[in-house]
C-alpha cells in the first residue's frame, strides 16, 4: 500500500517562508509524477506544481517566481519550498504521486498565511 506523509505546514505571516515535505512509502518504484496540490475553503483543488521523472517541472502560474519544487536525495520523498507568501496561499497542501497510472495521495498539511 502506497503512502504519503505530508510535513512542514503551518501558520505564516505574509512574506515568509515555509517548507512542505512529502515522503512515500510501500512502493519501491519510482513515483512520477509527483506533485503538489492545494485546496483552499470553498475552492476545487489546484495544481501548485508538479516534476516528472526526467525533472521537468511545471507550475502554477500565481506561484512561478516564488515556490519551487524538488525531488529528495531519497527516492519518493518531495519538497515544496514557498517564499513570499500571500494570504491566497492559504490552502491545505497535498503531495500525489503517480505509479503505474494509478494517482496516490497524502492526507494534506494545512498552510494559514496571516496579514
Known amino acids: 500500500q502506497v503512502q504519503l506523509v505530508e510535513s512542514g505546514g503551518g501558520l505564516v505571516q505574509s512574506g515568509g517562508s515555509l517548507r512542505l515535505s512529502c515522503a512515500a512509502s510501500g512502493t519501491v518504484i519510482r513515483l512520477s509524477p509527483m506533485g503538489w496540490y492545494r485546496q483552499a475553503p470553498g475552492k476545487q483543488r489546484e495544481l501548485v506544481a508538479s516534476?516528472?521523472?526526467?525533472?521537468?517541472?511545471t507550475y502554477a502560474d500565481s506561484v512561478k517566481g516564488r515556490f519551487t519544487i524538488s525531488r529528495g536525495n531519497v527516492q519518493n520523498t518531495l519538497y515544496l519550498q514557498m517564499n513570499a507568501l500571500k494570504r491566497e496561499d492559504t490552502a491545505v497542501y497535498y503531495c500525489?504521486?503517480?505509479?503505474?497510472?494509478?494517482?496516490?495521495w497524502g492526507q494534506g498539511t494545512q498552510v494559514i498565511v496571516s496579514s
Open positions: 500525489a504521486g503517480n505509479r503505474w497510472g494509478a494517482d496516490y
Open positions: 516534476i516528472t521523472s526526467d525533472d521537468t517541472v
